[in-house]
C-alpha cells in the first residue's frame, strides 16, 4: 500500500504541474509544507516551471493575485493542509470580486484521517465557499482514476478560471504517505495506458478549449449608434489592458467628455482624447451636473472609484445610463442601468466606431473641457502655493515625474482616492494596479510585487502606513523582486481616511478606536530587509530621491510623515479655495 502511495503520488504530481504549464501557465508561488510534497517536488523540477517561494500563504496569494492581474495568465498556489490553505481566503475573495484568474492547489490529508484529530486536518471541502469559481476533490491519488480524467479536471480548471467569469478555482488533493517515489525510481515504467502515451507524445493540453466569444446584437447596436445624443458621457471603470487602445479611439470619434477612473489607467499621461481629467472635481459643486445634464451616460467596465459620481449618476433618469460589461456578474451599485450590453469593451467599441458617423467636437465636450482645464490651473496654483508638504503635494508631485517605464500601485483608503482626485494629467501614461474589489488594505505589499513581476517592469507602490503594517513581511518579496520597486508610504500615524468621516466627531471614541494611533517608522523595517531608506521633509527633496531610485536597480523604501489634521485641513482649504475662484 505504502509503495503504490508513493507511486500514484509522484505521477499525480507530475502530470498536474505539467497539464498547468501545457495550458500556458508558468509562475507557481509555493509556501513550504510536507503534505503538498508531491506538487512541489514536480514544480520544482519542472524545466519550464518557474517558482517563487513565499513562506506567508497570505502573502503568497496576495502575489499571485497581483502576478495574474499584470500578466493576465492564472498564477499558481500550491500549499500544504489546514490553516496554511485558510490563509489564502482574503486573496482569493479580491480575485473573485475583481475577477482575476487563479489556480489553488491545497494538500488534504486523506478520507482516513478527516475528523479523527489527525495533526494539521481541517474540512477542507468548499473552503472558500462561493468565492470560487469551481471547487473540485479528485480524491487520492491511485489507478482508480485514469490519468484523462485528472488532465481533463485540470483543463477544466484553467477553463473556469478564465471563463465565463474569470476567477480563482479550487482544488483540493488528498495525499497518503508516503508522498514520494525514490529519485532513482522512474514512475512511468509502471504504467501502461495508451492516453497516457499519446498525451506524453503530443506535448499539448489533454482539452483544446478557445474561450467563446460573446457579442451584442449587431442590429441593436446599429441603432443605438444612429441614435446617440450630442451631450453624453463616456464613463470608464477598470477595463482589459488589451483594450485602452480601441477605447482611446471610441472616445475621439465620439466626441463625449470622457471620465476616466484611475482604475482604468487611462486617467493619468496627457494622450486621453476628450478626458475631463478633474470630473470629481467638478462634481464637488452639486449643482454643476443638473446646469449640464447628459443625455446619455456610456459606463465601460467595473465601477468607477469616485463616490461622487456613483452618487450623481443615481440622480439620473435611469433610461439613459448604459453599462458595458464583460461577465455576467451584477456590477452596478447604483441599481439604475437599465441597458445592460454584455460584451467584450473592446468588441462593443471597434463595433460603435464601425457604426459611429463622423462627429465634430460639440460647445457641450468643449465647456467640460475648459472647465476641467481650469481646475487644472487652479490646483497647481493652491498646490504650488501652499506651504505645507500635504499628501495632496505629494500626489501632484508624483504623477507629474514618474517615469514611464514604471507602473503604479495604489494602496487602498488614501492613496487611491487622492491620485484619482488630484492626481497630474500631464506626466507619462503608465499601467495602474489597485486591489479595489474587497478594497481591504490586506496584502498590498505582497500584491504590488507580483504585478511588477506580472508586468515586467519596475514599479512605484504608494500606500499608506496601516496597509504596509498589515503586510510587513511582504517586504521580502520588495526586496526580492526582479524589476525594482520603490514603495512610498505615507505615514501619518493611524487611519487617515476615518478623519474624513462622521465618527471624527465623536472625540471620545475616534482616536483610539478608529484613527489608531501609533508611533511607528519604518527605517528599521528597512533595515531588516536590507532596503535603501529614505525619509524627504520637503517636495524638492521627494522629487530628488525619487526620480534618482526610480532609475535605480534596488528596491527601496521612502517614508513620507504627513499629519491627519493636516490633510483634513487642506482638503477643506482646496474647496474653498476652488468655490471662490471658480
Known amino acids: 500500500m505504502s509503495g503504490n502511495a508513493a507511486l500514484w503520488n509522484t505521477l499525480w504530481g507530475e502530470w498536474i504541474i505539467e497539464e498547468l504549464i501545457r495550458c500556458g501557465l508558468k509562475l507557481f508561488c509555493i509556501s513550504p509544507g510536507s503534505r503538498s510534497t508531491p506538487l512541489t517536488v514536480a514544480a520544482a523540477r519542472h524545466p519550464e516551471a518557474e517558482i517563487n517561494l513565499i513562506y506567508d500563504e497570505r502573502a503568497a496569494a496576495y502575489y499571485a493575485l497581483g502576478y495574474s492581474r499584470g500578466s493576465e495568465t492564472p498564477g499558481v498556489l500550491i500549499c500544504t493542509s489546514g490553516t496554511a490553505a485558510a490563509n489564502y481566503l482574503p486573496a482569493i475573495v479580491e480575485a473573485s470580486v475583481e475577477q482575476i484568474p487563479m489556480i489553488v492547489l491545497t494538500a488534504d490529508r486523506p478520507p482516513e484521517l478527516q475528523q479523527t484529530g489527525a495533526n494539521q486536518s481541517i474540512n477542507q471541502n468548499q473552503l472558500f465557499g462561493s468565492h470560487v469559481r469551481w471547487f473540485f476533490d479528485p480524491g487520492c491519488p491511485g489507478p482508480e482514476l485514469p490519468a484523462s480524467t485528472l488532465f481533463s479536471c485540470i483543463d477544466q480548471a484553467v477553463h473556469l478560471a478564465r471563463y465565463p467569469l474569470p476567477g480563482p478555482v479550487h482544488l483540493n488533493l488528498p495525499f497518503r504517505e508516503p508522498f514520494l517515489l525514490p529519485k532513482t525510481q522512474k514512475p512511468e515504467e509502471f504504467i501502461h495506458d495508451p492516453d497516457l502515451q499519446s498525451w506524453k507524445a503530443e506535448k499539448k493540453p489533454w482539452i483544446s478549449h478557445p474561450l467563446p466569444k460573446i457579442s451584442a446584437d449587431a442590429k441593436l447596436l446599429e441603432n443605438f449608434a ?7 458621457i ?23 467628455p470622457v471620465f476616466a477612473d484611475i482604475a482604468s489607467g487611462l486617467r493619468l499621461g496627457p494622450e486621453f482624447p476628450n478626458r475631463v481629467t478633474y470630473y470629481d472635481q467638478l462634481l464637488i459643486d452639486s449643482d454643476f451636473l443638473k446646469s449640464h445634464p447628459p443625455q446619455k451616460v456610456i459606463h465601460l467596465g467595473f465601477a468607477p472609484t469616485s463616490k461622487r459620481w456613483l452618487g450623481e449618476m443615481e440622480k439620473l433618469p435611469a433610461d439613459t445610463l448604459i453599462w458595458i460589461k464583460e461577465g455576467p456578474s451584477r456590477l452596478d451599485p447604483t441599481n439604475r442601468f437599465r441597458s445592460v450590453f454584455e460584451t467584450s469593451v ?3 467599441c471597434s463595433e460603435m466606431i464601425s457604426k459611429l458617423k463622423k462627429r465634430k467636437k460639440s460647445e457641450w465636450t468643449i465647456h467640460w473641457l475648459d472647465q476641467s482645464n481650469k481646475i487644472e490651473k487652479l490646483m497647481e496654483q493652491f498646490v504650488t502655493n501652499h506651504p505645507l508638504f500635504s499628501e495632496m503635494k505629494l500626489v501632484r508631485t508624483l504623477t507629474k515625474i514618474i517615469p514611464e517605464s514604471h507602473a503604479l500601485f495604489l494602496g487602498n483608503s488614501l492613496p487611491v482616492r487622492e491620485v484619482d482626485f488630484y492626481g497630474s494629467g500631464n506626466g507619462s501614461e503608465v499601467k495602474v494596479g489597485l486591489n479595489r474589489g474587497a478594497s481591504g488594505i490586506d496584502g498590498l505589499v505582497a500584491s504590488s510585487a507580483g504585478y511588477s513581476k506580472g508586468l515586467n517592469q519596475p514599479l512605484t507602490l504608494l500606500l499608506g502606513d496601516l496597509s504596509l503594517l498589515h503586510d510587513l513581511n511582504s517586504l521580502k518579496l520588495i526586496s526580492e523582486s526582479p524589476k525594482p520597486i520603490v514603495l512610498i508610504v505615507l505615514n501619518n500615524h493611524g487611519g487617515g481616511i476615518f478623519s474624513f468621516l462622521p465618527i471624527s466627531e465623536h472625540k471620545d471614541i475616534f482616536e483610539t478606536y478608529f484613527s489608531t494611533p501609533h508611533s511607528l517608522e519604518f527605517k528599521d523595517a528597512a533595515k531588516m530587509f536590507k532596503l535603501p531608506y529614505f525619509h524627504p521633509e520637503s517636495p524638492e527633496e521627494f522629487e530628488s530621491i525619487y526620480l534618482k531610485q526610480a532609475s535605480a536597480d534596488k528596491s527601496c523604501i521612502i517614508e513620507v510623515n504627513t499629519l491627519k489634521e493636516d490633510n483634513i485641513r487642506v482638503q477643506k482649504e482646496w474647496t474653498e479655495f476652488l468655490h471662490q475662484n471658480r
Do not use: C, H, M, Y
Open 346 to 348: 473592446e468588441d462593443f
Open 226 to 232: 444612429k441614435n446617440l445624443p450630442e451631450q453624453g
Open 234 to 256: 463616456l464613463s470608464i471603470g477598470r477595463i482589459p489592458p488589451t483594450s485602452i487602445s480601441t477605447v482611446k479611439k471610441l472616445a475621439n470619434d465620439l466626441a463625449w
